[in-house]
């Protein structure tokens, strides 16, 4: 049964700081997915990772994906208030169902 | 620009109760998802479905059910509902290319007393 785990669960940041959160999964799958979560909204897809090796970027946040170590990584560089949100994970079990990892809440404070 | 809808956004109803929440598509995507979500916790699949007349059921489904008779709508009905169902409920939908991802309505914030 594929489990996906995101840590840290919570993170309270400095702007300006770099951060990294995990993604981390228990059998192989190779699409993988980030998404972000404000309070109280529904989620928005922020990157697709298809391939071993992928990786994305999008403004502050930069995703990799590394297939063999069943791990995913989201960097955040030089962190601004308006990234404090949920992010998550969520991995292809290989038949389109989804599994969602935990979450993780991130503040970034002024 | 995803186009997904979901009714009601919020709605509070006794025990006992039974629940339609509404999901409509008009991207034309065949797969659609159901998904159960405390305040800022994982999401946990209820349904989900590959197209017309296709359901599965996800790991929290023995007290729900769907139907897929229409491409675009896909409606999630909670039979006796409980106050433990209080929760969000969000729909997503994703099309067949490789490169899709999903994309989710709004939710419905569902309370039962």
């Known amino acids: 049964e594929l489990k996906v785990e995101q840590n840290p669960l919570f993170l309270s940041m400095q702007e300006g700081k770099n951060y990294t959160i995990y993604c981390n999964y228990s059998?192989?799958?190779?699409?993988l997915y980030w998404y972000r979560q404000d309070p109280g909204k529904s989620l928005e897809s922020l990157f697709v990772l298809l391939s071993n090796g992928a990786v994305k970027q999008e403004g502050r946040l930069m995703a990799s994906l590394d297939t063999k170590a069943r791990l995913s990584t989201l960097h955040i560089t030089a962190a601004v208030h308006d990234l404090s949100a949920t992010y998550f994970c969520?991995?292809?079990?290989?038949?389109?169902?989804?599994?969602f990892g935990t979450g993780t809440r991130l503040k970034v404070l002024a | 620009e995803a186009d997904i809808y979901q009714t009601p956004r919020y709605l509070v109803i006794g025990t006992g109760k039974k629940i339609t929440l509404e999901c409509s598509q008009t991207?034309?995507?065949?797969?659609m998802y159901w998904y159960q979500q405390d305040p800022g916790m994982e999401l946990h699949l209820i349904h989900y479905?590959?197209?017309?007349?296709?359901?599965e059921k996800g790991d929290l489904s023995s007290e729900s059910t769907v139907s897929r008779i229409r491409t675009e709508h896909f409606p999630l009905t909670l039979e006796s509902a409980r106050p433990s169902h209080t929760s969000q409920y969000l729909c997503?939908?994703?099309?067949?290319?490789?490169?899709?991802?999903?994309?989710f309505g709004p939710g419905t914030r569902l309370t039962v007393l």
């Open positions: 479905s590959y197209g017309v007349n296709s359901t």
């Open positions: 969520a991995v292809d079990s290989g038949t389109y169902k989804y599994i």
């Open positions: 991207m034309g995507h065949d797969k």
């Open positions: 059998t192989t799958s190779d699409r």
């Open positions: 997503a939908s994703r099309g067949s290319m490789s490169t899709d991802t999903q994309y």
